[in-house]
């Protein structure tokens, strides 16, 4: 079934007044990909120009509507955000009717200078990647990150990314998260919500590293707050062919293109469901693996650039595997290399990059030209514009 | 007829505008309340604690504004000194006369149905109920079913005012800035009441973790949770606690905890410690430095 998008179910925003032929257009049926492109585009200089003042930043909100209890959680972290420069996309995909109320009648509820920033978009069909890339096409902030309905924030959330993109140029931006378990427990009065389990625990490295992310996905969603460029000039959109991983691989290919700024502050928190259905339990090995599998292949399919000391990272990881049947603890050093060594060579290296970051953006400037270009002949959702 | 409530809540040197944000966020939540029933007339009753007070007219006027647009009516109380947590709500309660009163933080912001499900708790023999905190939600247990717990949280809690005034108040000449909360929870119970959890009343209050998860008090956190410490186990009956934490506190290099010590030694010459309490161990619970048992 084709994914359909109802972005007018609860708009609350008002768009600007002169865009509103252009906005016209671009929901029409039968308006080509290119025309569509190029007239968002233009939309966005439009907007860009006359707004001047875009939010800082767009939260995607993603929700099915099942449980209403955490939503509200999550509304009240944005709520309580010290810096208020943001709004919020709530991504409502695959609602019963009901469900979709429930969402609704939550946005109602919410004070009113918060609920005036709320949009709700309804998404029917596809996988995990069509609500976001729905919400991408009506974000209004300079920043993008995704923020799903069972997790939780922490106060200085926006703050934070908002800081750090004062000279973060281009690249994305990334804080740290904790991990803590919860399980869904009825509450008196029927209501159904969750019980936590555990204390915050600080589960992922506090920097990045790129190669360790080739492997496995050790950034939460909401650790992430992405340019708009990437999406709106680059024309990167979330991969709809991929059941899960849909997370790991926009970071993937976003960090190889345009770096990665990270923050020292803890910010969110990732809950671990116990007894729940996630993503985790809802779909099989098999779909975790071909997606895997998918994302890995479109990078094999590409030339990427790595960032500074991974050909040293690189080395050592091949000289443990080359000794690996000599030592038989050579693999639990590949494990606590990949744990601990990485992140604390990242940091004389990203005092390197820095230094760099001029000479770096040239070369991305112009590679990035020849990605996106080679990407969007290849699958046509990424164009060089 | 709907009860009434009183929301107070008592400033000491905040930000002027994440108060007002909190604001609405209570306005917003009493005027659903109201809707439903589940309140009446309502009240935000502010005390201000700071050298300087916190608001000037004009965000006074803008706090008014959100409050009488949600049909409630503001005051602002200016206290022109630090009468500490309790102390600022002992002073606040007599000057309404609600039947609910809402004791919230002023770094706390409501979401828009707890005044409501805290008022819907608060029924029959539950004379006190607490919201469920975020995002750091607080460890103590609670029964799954009723709610009934051990002490309820004075971040956001909601108490019915007979019950407030058969029993005190808050005793802000024992506690100054932490355990005021255990120790009404506990004459609370002590005097037949039941104090339950409320996970579906939520509020965000603002604590932030270090990157590695934890959480670093300042020196004055650590003064007074200390100092609390001691006097909860003096007042309830504990006096095998009291010996054992001020020996412990004797061997601490750091000069806060000696500072405990002669803090608690002053009381006794001074014959100013509270009158014990619970000498049958009814509703005190003391358990790994924890006053009820944690989940975690």
New interface residues.
Partial sequence: MEPTIDANAADTATPPSGLTLLDSFLQRDGVSDAVSDALRTIREAIVDDALGDRPFLTVLLRTQGRRLEPIKDALLCLAAQTDQDFEVVIIDHDSTESGAQGVRRVVESQPASFRTRIRIVEVVGGTRSTPLNAGIKVAAGRYIAVFDDDDLLFADWVERFHEASDTAGTRLLRAQTATQNARPEVWTGGFEGQRSLSWPHSAYAPTFDQIQHLRVNHSPFMSWAFPRGLFSQLGLTFDEALDVCEDWDMILRASLLVGVEDLPALTSIYRRWEGAATSYTVHSTDIWRASEKRVIDRLDDSAIILPQGSVSEIRELLAVYEHKDDDRDAMAQYRLMLTSRSWRWSIPLRILRNRFVRVRGTILHNWNRLHASRSGNRDGTVQNR | MSRSLTVQSILYGNEPQ?IV?AA??T??SAR?ARADDLIGEWTLAIGDCSPTPVFDAESAAEIETLVTEAGGVFSYTVFGENLGHGGGHNRLAPLTSSDLILILNPDA?V???TIG?LA??VRGDVALADGRQ????H?KDYD????DESWASGACSMTVRSVFEEVGGFDHETFFMYCDDVDYSWRVRLAGHRV?F???A???H????????DIIPTSAEIYYSAEAAVFLAYKYSRQDLVNKILTAFRNEPDDVYRRVVAAYDERVASGTLPQPLDSLGKVAQFINGNYAEH??
């Fill in positions: 994440a944000r609405e966020a306005a917003n659903l912001q979401g828009p149905d499900r819907d708790t975020l995002p750091l939600e460890p799954p079913v009723t709610g339950v409320a996970p579906s939520r509020v965000f603002d604590k932030r973790l270090t990157t590695d998860a989940r975690y």
